[in-house]
């Protein structure tokens, strides 16, 4: 089991930023952002392994960046450049366990981008 505290978002105009975080109570294989705008499905935002591989979304890359410290089992989503199709709720989940891997999430926080 991971507990996963999310902080940040919130309402930024077009063109802003915004900056995530995600700590999680325990070590983990990965963690990342997922989001949900209204009517859709949840779509994979940004991944980073414990390694430091990263993954994104083809309509953030350029303008989100993701980044970790494993040594506070924390992620930071930065959101730059936000665009009105932004706004959704940010899901950070954490990837754990070997052989068998889980997935566990957080509670969401909404970032809603004003045009």
């Known amino acids: 089991q991971v507990r996963l505290v999310e902080s940040g978002g919130g309402l930024v105009q077009a063109g802003g930023s915004l900056r995530l975080s995600c700590a999680a109570s325990?070590?983990?294989?990965?963690m990342g952002w997922y989001r949900q705008a209204p009517g859709e499905q949840r779509e994979l935002v940004a991944t980073?392994?414990?390694?430091?591989?990263?993954n994104y979304a083809d309509s953030v890359k350029g303008r989100f960046a993701i980044s970790s410290d494993n040594a506070k089992n924390t992620v930071w989503l930065q959101l730059n450049s936000l665009k009105a199709e932004d706004t959704a709720v940010y899901y950070c989940?954490?990837?754990?366990?070997?052989?068998?891997?889980?997935?566990?999430w957080g509670q969401g926080t909404q970032v809603t981008v004003s045009s």
């Open positions: 980073i392994t414990r390694g430091g591989n990263t």
């Open positions: 325990r070590a983990t294989n990965a």
């Open positions: 989940y954490a990837r754990l366990g070997y052989p068998n891997e889980l997935t566990y």
